[in-house]
């Protein structure tokens, strides 16, 4: 039997398993939600924010693209009963670094469409703020 066969039946009776990565962290499903609001912010899910937030779950998060469609629907469905100051406040005891990535993932959402509304900036600068980061410390490059 091929191991993508027993993968996709092991997938049945446990979940997707970028699912089950996401429900099990409640600080990757709180950045997941923000960013995913981030996408959001200007009313249109463009698909470079879309191929932003791909690329942030895989490599950030080690979270496959044959996840990301139930990653999605897990977080629309989790999202109902989580605002964005809930998220938020997950990360304020985290360290200084770890607040600063959540913040450049979500500058790069913001500037994928090569347009920055002004809900994603205020919701950027929000956001910041909440951190306790400062704009200039999301553009300086990560050590």
């Known amino acids: 039997m091929s191991t993508g066969l027993l993968a996709q039946i092991r997938s049945l009776f446990e979940g997707d398993p970028g699912v089950r990565k996401v429900a099990d962290d409640p600080v990757l499903t709180a950045e997941l939600l923000l960013l995913f609001r981030m ?3 200007d009313g249109v899910a463009s698909d470079s924010e879309m191929a932003a937030f791909r690329r942030i ?3 950030a998060f080690g979270i496959g693209d ?10 629309n469905d989790f999202g ?4 964005g100051s809930q998220a938020i406040a997950l990360f304020q005891d985290l360290d200084v670094e770890r607040r600063r990535l959540l913040a450049r993932h979500m500058a790069d959402i913001a500037k994928a469409d090569a347009h920055l509304a002004e ?7 929000r956001t910041l703020d909440l951190l306790g980061v400062s704009p200039v410390e999301v553009v ?3 050590k």
Do not use: W
């Open 39 to 41: 996408i959001l912010a």
């Open 57 to 59: 779950c895989a490599e």
């Open 66 to 75: 044959d996840s990301i469609d139930a990653v999605v629907e897990y977080l």
């Open 80 to 83: 109902y009963e989580t605002n």
């Open 119 to 125: 809900n994603e900036v205020k919701l950027l600068r």
């Open 140 to 142: 300086k490059p990560a």
